[in-house]
């Protein structure tokens, strides 16, 4: 198998460990105003990196201990153990 197809599975194992625990996905009240800033958006934060979490185009990598979701030139950093959203920044 080559490597490009080995890391495609990785990612989709990684998304589909981020759905499957989507009910756990939060961030905290200092995340809040860091993504909202980082984003330019007045959405409610986790709503929206869920919504782009489950969009069709949404690559997630794993690096270390946080996931990494990539998706409309934005990137989206959640802990891998508590799913918490970290941060998210434009790429």
């Known amino acids: 198998m080559a490597l490009t197809e080995m890391q495609k599975q990785g990612d989709e194992m990684h998304k589909k460990a981020l759905l499957e625990n989507i009910d756990k996905i939060h961030t905290t009240e200092m995340g809040v105003g860091r993504i909202q800033k980082n984003l330019g958006v007045n959405a409610e934060p986790v709503g929206y990196c869920i919504s782009k979490l489950k969009q069709d185009n949404s690559v997630v990598t794993k690096e270390g ?15 891998s153990s508590s799913f918490t959203i970290i941060t998210a920044h434009r790429a």
């Open 65 to 79: 201990k946080n996931y990494y979701v990539a998706v409309d030139e934005c990137i989206i950093t959640i802990n």
